[in-house]
């Protein structure tokens, strides 16, 4: 483990764009070493630089996708769909035995507001067969806005589904999740992460249809404690 005490080291692939970037923020802000991924060191770089100048427990670093895999405790790739198969290629090897998060959408421009679901069923069972058992896929994230990641004068007031077929390793997510100020929600195997995925198509058309500056969901009727 790194030297933050029970906290992994996270290595956040794509992290150059928003999404990826804003999760990277989030868990550095809450004390969890972040390397940050991108297709080349230059742009991982940049990445790097603008995000240490945030309000940081621990500065993040940079590196290339693959070397980010491979140094990272838990891997979480954010890149779009058609860069998907390409970067599990890049990074197969570096992740086995370690839990993947996977928070791609099987967005298909210029119809991003059309579910458009591949052959697989999902992106994450897509990297779930193509990675094999011995990496832990969960599935997460697809649903939150990146903007408000990347705002920290608010939490992002958003649930998240975590789907994946190792309860230990959804479970990590969810407490990932939280501490990144989001509510994780176990919604079971890898198999249900369609849901979410196609929830993103529908969350786009709503943000469209009614000016929403980047719409999430709660889930309701939880007992009252």
């Known amino acids: 483990m790194s030297e933050s005490i029970n906290k ?3 290595a956040v692939l794509g992290a150059s764009g928003d999404l990826g970037g804003g ?34 427990v621990h500065k993040v670093r940079a590196m290339a996708n693959p ?34 998060i996977d928070v791609t959408v099987p967005l298909v421009p210029p119809k991003v ?20 058992e011995e990496v832990r896929v969960v599935s997460a994230y697809q649903n939150v806005a990146a903007d408000h990641l990347n705002d920290l ?28 100020g989001m509510k994780g929600w176990h919604a ?6 369609v849901v979410a995925e196609a929830m993103t198509s529908v969350l786009i058309t709503l943000n469209r249809r009614y000016k929403i500056p980047g719409s999430g969901f709660k889930i309701t009727g939880t007992p009252k404690v």
């Open 153 to 180: 004068s608010h939490d992002p007031d958003c649930d998240v589904l975590v789907c994946g077929n190792d309860k230990d390793a959804c479970a990590l997510v969810v407490e990932l999740t939280d501490a990144a």
């Open 113 to 132: 507001g059309t579910v458009q679901l591949p052959e697989g069923g999902s992106a994450s069972a897509m990297a779930q067969a193509y990675l094999g």
């Open 8 to 10: 992994p080291l996270i």
């Open 188 to 193: 079971g195997p890898i198999a249900n992460a």
């Open 23 to 56: 999760l990277a923020l989030r868990w550095a802000v809450a004390g969890y070493e972040v390397i940050i991924g991108s297709r080349t060191q230059e742009k991982a770089d940049v990445a790097a630089a603008e995000l240490n100048t945030r309000d940081l």
């Open 67 to 100: 070397e980010a895999a491979a140094a990272g405790e838990v891997v979480v790739m954010t890149v779009p769909f058609a860069n998907h198969q390409s970067t599990l290629e890049s990074v197969k090897a570096a992740v086995q035995g370690k839990i993947f």
